[in-house]
């Protein structure tokens, strides 16, 4: 099956040459809309483990986490390269002196790269200053993942995020000063999004030079404020078709050279009230695939740039 976008894996192939992977790393901290500093409670709708179900115990250390996922990732998916993958909650909000502990645990000779997820508002000068001399000393390429989720600021209030799209689009500005890669996180199934703001997400993450995108479908966790909402039916659920329609749209005005890490996310059936519709992740991505195919979409096909060059070539 031809991938009508541009894949993950065909960048580190393009990038790295061979087979990478991620290898998870869960730290014990929190995000500053939980502990008040934004607001509290958290997202609706993440879970008390800060969106990591696979990873290993937070009291291990990063150096054991790091040796005993190449362990077993290597071994299943036979590779040799890997990068390490900072997932939970907010994993820029600690101290300086914290930050740099963790990332000089990632100088290894099989780790290629660092991917970080955080928040906007948690990304400071201080510690992208500290990762570009890491990077430029130790050759180790840097990744942040910043979620956005939507466009819609009345979406992310509702999200109870805690920060805005100026925020957003503050941090990307500043990461792009450091020239680091940016993954931006979205959410393509909000019931309080329509497809102008699909296409309004996708469009001003062409305009802050996002390098990678990771789109989620929207799960009902099991004990979160969304779980409850879901239960009183204050939020009824998109329907498949919908977030297959979404997902397509999304793609086709994202520029062309982004690539994308996943079409839509998973999380254990037993801790979920709603997830993907009882349908398997990857059922769901197989039928994006051969929706695009079928109707000759490819990746970027409405994004300015793409339509630009076509003109010009007229």
């Not at 869960?26 to 990591?52: M, W, Y």
């Not at 290629?112 to 570009?132: G, N, P, Q």
């Amino acid at each position: 099956m031809n991938n009508p976008y541009y894949t993950i894996s065909d960048y580190y192939k393009k990038t790295y040459g061979e087979k990478v992977y991620k290898l998870p790393v869960k730290l014990s901290l929190t995000c500053p809309n939980r502990d008040g500093a934004a607001c509290f409670g958290g997202c609706i709708f993440c879970s008390e483990s800060g969106g990591s179900f696979e990873n290993l115990p937070s009291f291990m250390t990063v150096d054991d986490q790091l040796n005993k996922n190449r362990e077993y990732i290597g071994k299943k998916y036979k590779a040799k390269k890997f990068i390490a993958y900072f997932q939970n909650f907010t994993n820029t909000y600690m101290s300086l002196s914290e930050f740099k502990e963790i990332i000089r645990a990632c100088d290894k000779d099989y780790i290629l790269a660092v991917s970080i997820s955080t928040r906007s508002d948690s990304i400071t000068e201080d510690k992208l200053i500290f990762l570009k001399q890491w990077s430029e000393i130790t050759g180790k390429d840097i990744v942040i993942e910043v979620g956005l989720q939507t466009a819609n600021y009345k979406t992310l209030e509702l999200l109870n995020r805690g920060e805005d799209l100026a925020d957003f689009i503050e941090a990307c500005n500043l990461i792009n000063k450091y020239g680091f890669r940016i993954c931006a996180h979205v959410i393509l199934s909000l019931p309080w999004d329509d497809i102008k703001d699909i296409r309004q997400t996708a469009r001003i993450l062409n305009v802050l030079n996002i390098k990678e995108v990771k789109v989620h479908s929207l799960f009902v966790i099991k004990g979160t404020k969304l779980s409850k909402m879901y239960k009183n039916g204050e939020v009824k659920m998109p329907s498949k078709e919908t977030y297959e329609r979404n997902v397509i749209e999304f793609l086709r005005y994202i520029k062309p050279d982004v690539a994308v890490q996943r079409l839509v996310g998973r999380a254990p059936k037993e801790e979920t009230d709603f997830c993907n519709w009882n349908t398997s992740w990857w059922l769901i991505r197989d039928e994006i695939i051969e929706i695009m195919n079928s109707c000759g979409y490819t990746q970027g096909d409405k994004s300015h740039k793409v339509i630009y060059d076509k003109i010009k070539g007229e």
